[in-house]
């Protein structure tokens, strides 16, 4: 069956620093991959976006690649902030963009 | 454009009880998703409309869940004899299509039902 792995569930980072988060999965090929990000009994925000044939892509401090061979991809925050202390998803999804298949999220704590 | 918008908001509800969430999208979007999400998981997908077509259920659906669209608008999700297996957070998203897909979702803030 799909299995959609998020490395670590907390992740603790000094400001400044930059996060790094990991997404695998088996069992499925995506048409392409998400990440939100998600507040205590808050819902998900969609942050990022990247496609099978797409390698990498940015928006301001975030980069997110996405290696279909090694089927995995990472999330970089750049010069982390206590504001970004939050929990983390990876989605996947199909070529026809219905269901997503969510990670359980990895939390990550950016302290002062 | 307020975004997705959710009610209620909370629900605690007693064992066996009816209880129906409503779900308005943002206003163009045409696809409109339903997640439920348990402490410490991601959200499972549940069900989506096209319009006001129903195409895929989860088979996390039980027969004791009915979700229906009118007219392509808002939704509303039914759950039926609640048990407390059903406790949860029910994200509703939406997002839009058009032939060669959009597939950000947005998602509203969610439902918490407590069933005692």
């Known amino acids: 069956s799909q299995k959609i792995e998020q490395n670590s569930e907390a992740l603790n980072i000094q400001e400044g620093k930059t996060a790094t988060l990991t997404c695998n999965y088996t069992n499925y090929s995506p048409a392409y991959l998400q990440w939100y990000r998600q507040d205590p009994g808050r819902g998900p925000v969609f942050l990022l976006l990247i496609r099978e044939n797409e390698k990498e892509k940015r928006k301001e401090r975030l980069k997110v690649t996405f290696d279909t061979t090694l089927k995995q991809s990472l999330f970089h925050i750049t010069a982390s902030q206590p504001a970004d202390t939050a929990t983390y998803l990876c989605?996947?999804?199909?070529?026809?963009?219905?269901?997503?298949?969510f990670g359980k999220g990895t939390t990550l704590s950016v302290s002062s | 454009d307020t975004g997705v918008s959710q009610n209620p908001r909370h629900k605690i509800t007693k064992r066996g009880q009816n209880v129906t969430f409503r779900c308005d999208p943002i206003s163009e979007h045409n696809r409109l998703y339903w997640y439920r999400q348990t402490l410490g998981q991601g959200p499972e997908f549940l069900t989506y409309?096209?319009?006001?077509?129903?195409?895929?259920k989860s088979r996390l659906l039980s027969d004791r869940f009915s979700a229906e669209r009118p007219k392509g608008s808002f939704s509303t999700l039914e759950i039926q004899r609640t048990e407390q297996g059903d406790s949860a957070m029910y994200l509703c998203?939406?997002?839009?299509?058009?032939?060669?897909?959009?597939?950000?979702?947005?998602f509203g803030p969610g439902t918490r039902l407590t069933v005692t």
């Open positions: 409309f096209q319009n006001e077509a129903q195409l895929e």
């Open positions: 998203a939406s997002s839009f299509s058009s032939g060669a897909s959009s597939y950000e979702q947005y």
């Open positions: 989605a996947l999804g199909n070529q026809a963009g219905t269901a997503l298949i």
